[in-house]
């Protein structure tokens, strides 16, 4: 199982970036994706999450500006990031799981793939 994330880059403050993550290796249309990103000495945080059936759920502070998608036959997961911030900046990792809990996925420590990081840095 491969899960292969692009489309980080530097941008300043305000602008937007779209992430993507392809997943090969397996058949992810049953599996829960998501990502995670993690800041220079912090832990790694939960950012977003869909289910293969479309449930979403995103961390408080990105609600309103992130958007998660998925296109299930083409194993990929999609994250729109909007009016991007300073504190966004971090690595962004892609995140694959058979099982959906919300509260599960709060935790990096219960998911089973992952892919490298894309680098996010916005600029004030």
């Known amino acids: 199982v491969q899960l292969q994330a692009s489309g980080g880059g530097m941008v300043q403050t305000g602008a937007s970036l779209r992430l993507s993550c392809v997943g090969s290796?397996?058949?992810?249309?049953?599996?829960?994706m998501g990502w995670f990103r993690q800041a220079p000495g912090k832990e790694r945080e939960f950012v977003a999450a869909?289910?293969?059936?479309?449930?979403?759920s995103y961390t408080d502070s990105v609600k309103d500006r992130f958007s998660i998608s998925r296109e299930n036959g083409r194993n990929t997961v999609y994250l729109q990031m909007n009016s991007l911030k300073p504190e966004d900046t971090a690595e962004y990792y892609c995140?694959?799981?058979?099982?959906?809990?919300?509260?599960?996925?709060?935790?990096?420590?219960?998911?089973?793939?992952w892919g490298k990081g894309t680098l996010v840095t916005v600029s004030s």
């Open positions: 869909s289910t293969w059936g479309g449930v979403t």
């Open positions: 290796g397996h058949t992810f249309m049953l599996y829960t």
């Open positions: 995140a694959a799981d058979c099982m959906w809990n919300e509260y599960a996925w709060q935790s990096a420590s219960n998911i089973d793939f």
